[in-house]
């Protein structure tokens, strides 16, 4: 699909596809890479970036440029893939190129094309976005939190010991053997959580191919041959910057500190390859969890924010 819509008075063109082409594609990463410069943090996701890969059954691309330039200043990125919840967005729009209503104007668009059921995150929760929440109705929904704590000496004799539940193993992620057995695992221990719950094979092979990818740092836990827990760490190298990226407890091994040793292992890990800091997301809701990272050393660094259309 491609829907052009020409906004005279605005100066603006905004077009909705389906699919970008992979020029379109280094087009929008320039603009994100640039605003990430001025903003201090990405506003697409690490998902977004990578659904600018071919075409994404309900995900959908708005590309605002100026007029008659043709100028790429702005993007939104809409997911509609959750059965139950309203279509998912983010957006962006050129550090220059702000205050002249384009962000409104690409809120407008995401609007229309979800049929007024839409969620949105703010990355940082920015005062301008918060603004433009308002202006488009929406309200606060969810607050997702990033911790830090430190890595590198003394630190690192905070983390302790990992102790295994009786007759668990831990090993590290095999590619090309033992993706779906963790898909499997991964769903069912974010069965409550859609937007993790529901990786495919090839979110997970995305992720696979990006640079940072290292086996190495893919923990998996077992007992009886089958996948009961796991920790994916990631370095990112830049910043020099550990992440816990994803820890999952199949529900049937939950209750027994598994989760709690393998984040141990992974943070084990990420100090051992040198790096100074550990940072991780948590939903500020989650109580149980913004505790027991909180006794790891964890504090709220940034927080991201969504809003939604009310329902």
């Known amino acids: ?25 280094q087009d929008v990463l320039r603009l994100v890479a640039e605003a990430a410069r001025t903003d201090g943090q990405q506003a697409v996701s690490e998902q977004g970036r990578l659904q600018l890969r071919g075409r994404r059954e309900g995900v959908r691309h708005l590309l605002l440029s100026e007029e008659p330039s043709g100028k790429l200043v702005g993007y939104a990125q809409l997911e509609d893939t959750d059965p139950v919840e309203a279509p998912a967005a983010e957006l962006v729009v050129h550090p220059a190129h702000r205050g002249q209503g384009h962000g409104r104007a690409l809120g407008v668009t995401l609007l229309r094309e979800s049929g007024k059921r839409l969620r949105v995150w703010a990355h940082g929760g920015h005062s301008s976005a ?126 027994g500190g598994l989760g709690r040793s393998l984040t141990a292992i992974g943070l084990r890990h990420l100090a051992g390859r040198g790096l100074p800091t550990a940072m991780l997301y948590v939903d500020a809701d989650n109580y149980p969890a913004v505790a027991v990272y909180g006794r790891q050393g964890f504090t709220t660094y940034e927080t991201d924010l969504m809003y939604r259309t009310e329902t």
């Open 1 to 25: 699909m491609n829907d052009v819509l020409n906004e005279a008075a605005g100066a603006r063109r905004i077009d909705v596809l389906d699919e970008v082409t992979p020029a379109m594609a």
């Open 130 to 255: 918060r603004h433009l929440a308002q202006v488009l109705g929406l309200t606060l929904f969810r607050e997702l939190r990033q911790m830090r704590r430190p890595l590198g000496p003394p630190a690192t004799l905070d983390i302790p010991e990992p102790v295994l539940p009786e007759g668990v193993t831990v090993r590290t992620f095999r590619p090309g053997e033992d993706e779906a057995a963790w898909l499997a695992a991964n769903a069912a221990a974010f069965a409550h959580h859609p937007e993790q719950g529901s990786l495919t094979l090839r979110d997970l092979e995305d992720r696979m191919g990006e640079p940072w990818f290292d086996p190495e740092g893919f923990f998996l836990a077992e007992r009886g041959g089958e996948i009961v827990g796991f920790h994916w760490t990631k370095v990112h190298a830049q910043e020099r910057l550990g992440e816990v990226y994803v820890v999952g407890v199949r529900p049937e091994a939950q209750g």
